[in-house]
């Protein structure tokens, strides 16, 4: 008896997108815009991983949607030129922004400059090669940490938490990405989350680690209220000091894990969503 192939951990997944995988290209590029740097690379879809460095050049200031656009467009030119870079006309590209995305539109602006709202990326973009697609930051990093990293072959769903600036959420129910979450915006507290809970308040506060993971605790005890998910995963630069704090989140009916690919989350996530988006758009049209 033959054993079936072994499939990338994005197809374990059992959602409809990721039924979709076999069919991908092996490689797309990710980019990810932040407020201090907008990073990209080629990435693997079979494994999830990176091919080569990441190229990052530091975000414009002011971070205007014509300069954003003329920095994506000087990373994707280095990154075609590559060995191993896709070819133009297989090309698919994934971005990133801080902020609700919904068909390609930027829909609000608190966390990038102004002049994004109402802003259309299919035409901003429209000068790259390749197809383009355009999502939230933190639903790019879960839809990576769900399909590839902490939570690889988990039915149910998983819910990433970005804890930095602000506080982000991803939410991935069978693999497939529910996008703007944006549960970081949630009144808790008497407050807006993000104002208590991001690591950025952690170091207003100068909050002891143990303290923190107790705030922590109530925060997604209160998501969980609201929204009951398998699997909370902590992403965002803090996680690397996951285990001064999170031995302090406990009492939760879900699952706490730090994620697994920190700074290659958003990248990946990216490249993934507009390699899947572009497919199905193909299934869609037949």
């Known amino acids: ?74 990373i994707l030119e280095d990154l075609l030129g590559r060995e191993k870079a896709p070819s133009r006309t297989d090309l698919v590209v994934g971005v990133t922004f801080p902020a609700i995305v919904i068909d390609n539109v930027v829909l609000t602006a608190a966390n990038i400059d102004e002049s994004w709202l109402d802003c259309d990326t299919t ?42 600036t602000g506080v982000g959420s991803a939410l991935v129910h069978d693999g497939v990405l529910v996008p703007n979450s944006e549960l970081g915006h949630l009144e808790f507290e008497g407050v807006v989350a993000e104002t208590k809970v991001s690591a950025s308040a952690r170091e207003r506060a100068e909050q002891p680690w143990d303290e923190y993971g107790e705030t922590l605790r109530r925060y997604l005890k209160h998501v969980e209220r609201i929204q009951p998910v398998g699997q909370f995963i902590i992403g965002g630069g803090v996680s690397k000091r996951s285990e001064d704090f999170l031995p302090y989140v406990t009492g939760l009916r879900a699952e706490v894990t730090p994620a697994v690919l920190v700074n290659n989350a958003g990248i990946v996530g990216a490249a993934l969503y507009a390699a899947e988006q572009a497919r199905l758009a193909e299934v869609r049209a037949v």
């Open 1 to 74: 008896m033959t054993k079936p192939d072994k499939k990338a951990p994005a197809a374990e997944s059992l959602g409809p997108a990721s039924a979709t995988l076999p069919d991908l290209p092996k490689r797309a590029i990710g980019i990810d815009v932040g407020g201090t740097g907008i990073k990209g690379g080629i990435v693997n879809l079979r494994k999830g991983t990176l091919i080569g460095d990441r190229f990052r050049i530091p975000t414009p200031k002011p971070a205007t949607p014509e300069a954003v656009a003329e920095v994506i467009g000087q």
């Open 123 to 164: 035409k901003l973009l429209q000068h790259l090669p390749g197809r383009v697609a355009t999502l939230n930051d933190a639903d790019a990093a879960g839809l990576a940490e769900a399909r590839y990293g902490a939570g690889a072959g988990r039915a149910g769903t998983v819910m990433m938490v970005t804890l930095g």
